[in-house]
């Protein structure tokens, strides 16, 4: 699986910003799917989960009520929708895709990752 994001950049805290991350290489439909951060000298986390068909989410308590992740299994593309951005939220966000049988809450069970988008925001 190939996974590439976009929708990166420069915003102001309390803006917007959606994230898109386009599959491509294997049935989409059978992975589950993250949105994980890497911030300069922190360790990788995890952001967002859904599994296969979106029915089951799993966001990081710093994300809850602000980010929300989705997914169109159509386009073979999953999203995040970040409101309310915070300076803390600077980082460089990836995709990733792990079986649809593994547990999506974990980052260890991610198999296939993208190259990142970085997301900064200003106070």
């Known amino acids: 699986v190939q996974l590439v994001e976009s929708g990166g950049g420069l915003v102001q805290a309390g803006d917007s910003l959606r994230l898109s991350c386009v599959a491509s290489?294997?049935?989409?439909?059978?992975?589950?799917m993250g949105w994980f951060r890497q911030a300069p000298g922190k360790e990788r986390e995890i952001v967002a989960s859904?599994?296969?068909?979106?029915?089951?989410?799993y966001y990081a308590d710093s994300v809850k009520g602000r980010f929300t992740i989705s997914r169109d299994n159509a386009k073979n593309t999953v999203y995040l929708q970040m409101n309310s951005l915070k300076p803390e939220d600077t980082a460089v966000y990836y995709c990733?895709?792990?079986?649809?049988?593994?547990?999506?809450?974990?980052?260890?069970?991610?198999?296939?990752w993208g190259q990142g988008t970085q997301v900064t925001v200003s106070s």
């Open positions: 990733a895709a792990t079986n649809y049988y593994s547990d999506y809450t974990l980052i260890r069970e991610y198999i296939y």
């Open positions: 290489g294997r049935t989409f439909s059978r992975y589950a």
């Open positions: 859904l599994t296969w068909s979106g029915g089951s989410t």
